[in-house]
């Protein structure tokens, strides 16, 4: 008997069968083919194979099913008819009502070849090949989304014809598979040129125009059929983003874009055999005209429904949605705070200058006025001031990030120095009562980048140490240069953005130029960021729009106060270090028995701006004025404004602020900053003087006065001339004694042996 009838044998006498598979094959049985298990018998080629081919199957069934379910429509969508939008003042009495239609349909003819070819070398250059969907696009978009380089695009123009309109603006998938079927079949039914036609005409343009002859009318002036190839690629270019892209009211970052886009046009006509390369070396980017003022817009309105279509875009609501009209749009503006803001400013400003008189008083063309004040408690924006309307000015001054907000950025170096605990460079922790060297154009210690700022007119300051109290009342710019430094710029940076200003182009981390506020910044940041101070350091981010109601669309309003982005200590420090500025610093021309007030000057560099930012427990307010050229628009020196000298901070900006706050408290009970949390410091004894020590002259110290008055040659912040106490002082929290041989304990005093300080002499803020 073989060795395999025996193992046979052997395996029936014990009841088992003879071993398969694995089990033969460990056994030394040769098996054959091995078999699969678990799992992967189900990924053969075969299975795959056909899932696939099933899949393909499915899917175009299901576009069958969809061609055939999803009919054109046959009449166009509600919103393609304008209706009017209703703007309400906070009491729910109605501003005005706008949204009359701007739009007059025109034939192809009346559009020169040219300008369509611009919108198609930008929008869809295959337009007169495609069957109205570029899938190839529309991939790439998604692809593009997937990879974070922008949301996906790939619509073609007959795509975007078919959403003006047929459907609505709606992101949604499910009007994304509609848009696309439609377009399929509106391309089989209509002339390509009449797609073309229909898509030019149902553009919005921005400037409340509704295709391309009332946008060529709102931006140039001229019928479609006028328009020269330039300034067709500018409203091809400006149709991405209208608001943002319009040269009248742009800002640097809206106008380097839309010139991308503009040049983007053009070389895109070269690239597609349209242009010629030398004819376009010659074309530039054209200005349009002033934006007309349209009826109901008048005053202030303008600015004001401005500023809440700008909200709304922030939310998600397009600037083509509210055009389209529908909407009952209610603001936080109180019509009371409103006239008393816009009077503030006419009887301490506009009154004052002579706009008219260029060969005499050339400073006054210039002078641009923005402000916004907002409820301490809410967040509500209450009142805001643009400009002098929109006829003369198509851009609110309210909104506008164009200029520096200068030593209004000081507090948040201070409050990042506090929050982080950092110390002085000899190692002693910042508070207010903290000791610095005022010398003007001292080099700063410990940073990687050279700089020693000039003071206010080259001013020394202290003999030479001072308090960070003192320096901030005096805006000392050689103290906050070094401050920074020892806080760390990139901390002070994150501080900023985090109290709620913008990171914008041109905003270095690592620079100590920062202390000075070299950055941009609008009305609305600075009012959230002075709100938060005055909220104990939960962020406050100013909101205009109290409701916004549509019939076809929602919208839910985003809660103004949010979380503690500094500790409540830091916060109310640095208010209580601000009451010190109005108190017996560079904001007296705000102090006032009527309410306690914090507040800080800010005046730029060559005096192109000059802030006012100041609040109380019940309001934040801030002013700004600006001086720009009428012709180039480019930055001007506010200096020779209404015939005087240097305007700060501490002039216009500041009269204004206390005669509206005063308008806006009147019959209020005001209350008094709760600073319970407050951490001064160990004091210095005596508290130090912030005193000139040395002029810009290079003299030597003044002699100290016993009487009060001024050194010679030293600044005059009040404008009063006289150089003696203020009688209208106000004891509400007063500083510290300013008088006493004691020498200060917490600080190691200078090497130099110090000049005995008059009494407190104070200067313009820089």
């Known amino acids: 008997m073989g060795r395999a009838d025996a193992r046979r044998a052997q395996q029936q006498r014990g009841g088992r069968k003879a071993p398969t598979g694995r089990a033969a094959g460990r056994?030394?049985?040769?098996?054959?083919?091995?078999?699969?298990?678990?799992?992967?018998?189900?990924?053969?080629?075969?299975?795959?194979?056909?899932?696939?081919?099933?899949?393909?199957?499915?899917?175009?069934?299901?576009?069958?099913?969809?061609?055939?379910?999803?009919?054109?429509?046959?009449?166009?969508?509600?919103?393609?008819?304008?209706?009017?939008?209703?703007?309400?003042?906070?009491?729910?009495?109605?501003?005005?009502?706008?949204?009359?239609?701007?739009?007059?349909?025109?034939?192809?003819?009346?559009?020169?070849?040219?300008?369509?070819?611009?919108?198609?070398?930008?929008e869809n250059k295959t337009f007169y090949k495609d069957r109205g969907v570029d899938f190839v696009g529309i991939a790439r978009g998604v692809f593009n989304t997937l990879r974070g380089k922008g949301t996906a695009g790939g619509s073609?123009?007959?795509?975007?014809?078919?959403?003006?309109?047929?459907?609505?603006?709606?992101?949604?998938?499910?009007?994304?598979?509609?848009?696309?079927?439609?377009?399929?079949?509106?391309?089989?039914?209509?002339?390509?040129?009449?797609?073309?036609?229909?898509?030019?005409?149902?553009?919005?343009?921005?400037?409340?125009?509704?295709?391309?002859?009332?946008?060529?009318?709102?931006?140039?002036?001229?019928?479609?059929?006028?328009?020269?190839?330039?300034?067709?690629?500018?409203?091809?270019?400006?149709?991405?983003?209208?608001?943002?892209?319009?040269?009248?009211?742009?800002?640097?970052?809206?106008?380097?874009?839309?010139?991308?886009?503009?040049?983007?046009?053009?070389?895109?006509?070269?690239?597609?055999?349209?242009?010629?390369?030398?004819?376009?070396?010659?074309?530039?980017?054209?200005?349009?005209?002033?934006?007309?003022?349209?009826p109901g817009m008048d005053g202030q309105k303008g600015y004001l429904i401005q500023a809440a279509k700008q909200e709304l875009s922030r939310q998600g609501i397009k600037e083509s949605d509210i055009e389209a009209g529908g909407w009952t749009i209610t603001l936080n503006i109180d019509k009371k705070k409103q006239a008393a803001l816009e009077k503030a400013v006419q009887d301490e400003l506009e009154s004052k200058l002579d706009r008219k008189n260029v060969k005499d008083r050339p400073q006054d063309q210039s002078v641009q006025a923005g402000a916004t004040s907002v409820d301490a408690k809410t967040g509500n924006i209450v009142a805001m001031y643009g400009g002098t309307g929109l006829a003369e000015k198509a851009a609110s001054n309210a909104l506008r990030s164009d200029y520096q907000p200068g030593s209004t950025f000081k507090p948040i170096v201070l409050a990042t120095a506090l929050e982080t605990g950092a110390k002085t460079q000899d190692g002693h922790l910042i508070t207010p009562n903290a000791l610095y060297d005022g010398t003007s154009k001292r080099p700063v210690v410990g940073s990687d980048t050279?700089?020693?700022?000039?003071?206010?007119?080259?001013?020394?300051?202290?003999?030479?140490?001072?308090?960070?109290?003192?320096?901030?009342?005096?805006?000392?710019?050689?103290?906050?240069?070094?401050?920074?430094?020892?806080?760390?710029?990139?901390?002070?940076?994150?501080?900023?953005?985090?109290?709620?200003?913008?990171?914008?182009?041109?905003?270095?981390?690592?620079?100590?130029?920062?202390?000075?506020?070299?950055?941009?910044?609008?009305?609305?940041e600075m009012a959230g960021v002075y709100a938060t101070f005055g909220n104990h350091g939960k962020k406050v981010t100013p909101t205009i729009v109290k409701s916004a109601e549509h019939v076809d669309a929602a919208y839910k309003s985003v809660s103004p106060i949010g979380a503690q982005v500094i500790k409540r200590e830091t916060a109310d420090t640095v208010t209580k270090v601000l009451t010190g500025v109005v108190q017996d610093g560079s904001g007296k021309a705000v102090r006032s028995d009527a309410y306690q007030a914090a507040g800080k000057t800010g005046t730029t560099e060559s005096n192109v701006a000059a802030w006012f930012t100041g609040y109380t427990p019940e309001l934040v307010t801030v002013v700004a004025m600006f001086g720009e050229d009428p012709n180039t628009h480019s930055q001007v020196t506010l200096t020779g404004t209404a015939g005087k000298g240097r305007a700060g901070g501490s002039s216009f900006p500041a009269q204004i602020w206390q005669a509206y706050t005063t308008a806006a408290l009147k019959g209020v009970s005001t209350g008094q900053f709760d600073l319970s949390d407050a951490q001064m410091g160990t004091p210095v004894a005596p508290t130090r003087t912030a005193v000139p020590s040395a002029g810009p002259s290079g003299t030597a110290n003044p002699t100290p006065s016993s009487s009060g008055t001024r050194p010679t040659g030293t600044p005059d912040p009040t404008g009063s001339g006289t150089g003696k106490p203020d009688p209208t002082s106000s004891t509400k929290n007063p500083t510290p004694p300013t008088k006493g041989p004691t020498p200060p304990t917490q600080d190691p005093q200078p090497t130099k042996k110090p000049t005995p300080p008059p009494l407190f002499p104070q200067a313009p803020q820089q």
């Open 27 to 122: 056994a030394g049985k040769p098996t054959g083919k091995k078999q699969r298990s678990g799992i992967r018998r189900f990924f053969t080629w075969k299975t795959i194979l056909g899932t696939f081919l099933g899949g393909i199957l499915l899917l175009v069934a299901g576009a069958f099913a969809l061609y055939f379910s999803v009919d054109e429509p046959s009449d166009p969508n509600k919103t393609a008819v304008l209706q009017s939008n209703t703007f309400k003042w906070a009491d729910g009495s109605v501003m005005t009502r706008t949204g009359e239609m701007n739009r007059e349909i025109v034939s192809i003819d009346k559009i020169p070849e040219d300008v369509r070819t611009a919108f198609i070398a930008i």
């Open 450 to 524: 050279p700089f020693a700022p000039q003071n206010q007119d080259d001013v020394n300051y202290g003999d030479p140490m001072l308090t960070v109290q003192e320096a901030t009342n005096s805006s000392v710019n050689s103290v906050y240069a070094q401050m920074i430094v020892d806080a760390k710029p990139p901390e002070v940076k994150k501080t900023a953005i985090a109290l709620g200003m913008k990171d914008r182009e041109g905003w270095p981390a690592d620079k100590p130029a920062m202390s000075l506020g070299t950055m941009s910044a609008n009305t609305v």
């Open 156 to 294: 073609t123009i007959t795509q975007q014809y078919v959403k003006n309109y047929y459907l609505t603006q709606d992101q949604s998938a499910t009007r994304k598979l509609r848009e696309m079927v439609i377009s399929l079949k509106v391309d089989q039914r209509m002339e390509k040129d009449d797609i073309l036609v229909g898509y030019l005409n149902t553009n919005f343009y921005g400037r409340s125009a509704y295709g391309i002859q009332a946008a060529a009318q709102a931006y140039y002036g001229v019928d479609s059929s006028k328009l020269t190839l330039e300034q067709g690629a500018y409203l091809a270019a400006v149709i991405q983003a209208p608001s943002q892209y319009d040269l009248a009211t742009a800002g640097p970052n809206g106008r380097r874009l839309v010139t991308i886009r503009f040049n983007a046009v053009l070389d895109n006509m070269v690239e597609m055999g349209k242009l010629d390369k030398a004819k376009r070396d010659t074309l530039h980017l054209p200005e349009p005209i002033k934006p007309k003022q349209r």
